[in-house]
């Protein structure tokens, strides 16, 4: 059985990625800010375990890890991000600088695994188009991450790890506008179909759910 780790499961593209992956025969490991109230996470059928994570808790990453210990991960998608609502220190926190932590702490998993995959979600938002930083605040944290997936990517391609990030469309999520011209179904089985394409010879890339290349 294949298995997968999404990290921000509990709606929209997450969410889905969990059901779809799940409704295909996957172990799915699912996190959640809000372990007590696990909202459609409850009701996915299939092999789902379900762990509390805040991504900016460094005692919550740590114990993702451990009780992921000895397991093996073919996939690991990094969905979890903000939009608006807080202040600059916790749009990086979460957008730009949560992602690696995860990642991080669990990549002996991935490594473990068969698939050896990550994916992480960004933005197109975040591209600099001319050299410049993006001056949304969003935009600047997705330019981070995307500045920063970069330069620790070598690293993992020297583990055989094959991992890119990904626009995921301007999708109809609570976060991107339920008149976004993209449906999560389209945005996440659009992914769903590079990840499981994908080689080594596509590490490293910034790609769009359609699997075109997206200019940095």
């Not at 172990?27 to 789902?48: C, F, Q």
């Not at 080689?199 to 890339?205: A, E, L």
């Amino acid at each position: 059985m294949p298995s997968v780790a999404i990290i921000g499961a509990s709606r929209g593209i997450g969410l889905s990625f969990a059901e779809t992956y799940a409704a295909d025969g996957w172990k799915v490991h699912a996190t959640t800010r809000a372990i007590d109230r696990p909202g459609d996470l409850a009701d996915i059928t299939g092999d789902v375990s379900l762990y509390g994570l805040d991504v900016r808790n460094a005692d919550q990453i740590a114990a993702l890890a451990q009780a992921l210990d000895g397991r093996g991960l073919d996939l690991l998608i990094h969905s979890a991000g903000v939009l608006r609502g807080v202040e600059r220190e916790e749009m990086i926190a979460v957008n730009a600088d949560a992602p690696f932590n995860v990642v991080g702490a669990l990549l002996p998993a991935v490594e473990r695994g068969a698939g050896k995959k990550i994916a992480i979600l960004t933005s197109q938002m975040g591209a600099r188009h001319g050299g410049g930083t993006p001056t949304s605040l969003y935009g600047e944290s997705k330019c981070l991450l995307n500045d920063r997936f970069r330069e620790i990517e070598p690293a993992w391609r020297a583990k055989d790890i094959t991992s890119v990030v990904f626009h995921p469309g301007w999708v109809a999520t609570n976060m991107g506008g339920h008149g976004a011209p993209v449906s999560v179904t389209e945005s996440v089985s659009g992914m769903r179909r590079v990840i499981n394409e994908m080689t080594q010879d596509d590490s490293g890339h910034f790609l769009t759910w359609k699997g075109t290349e997206h200019p940095w």
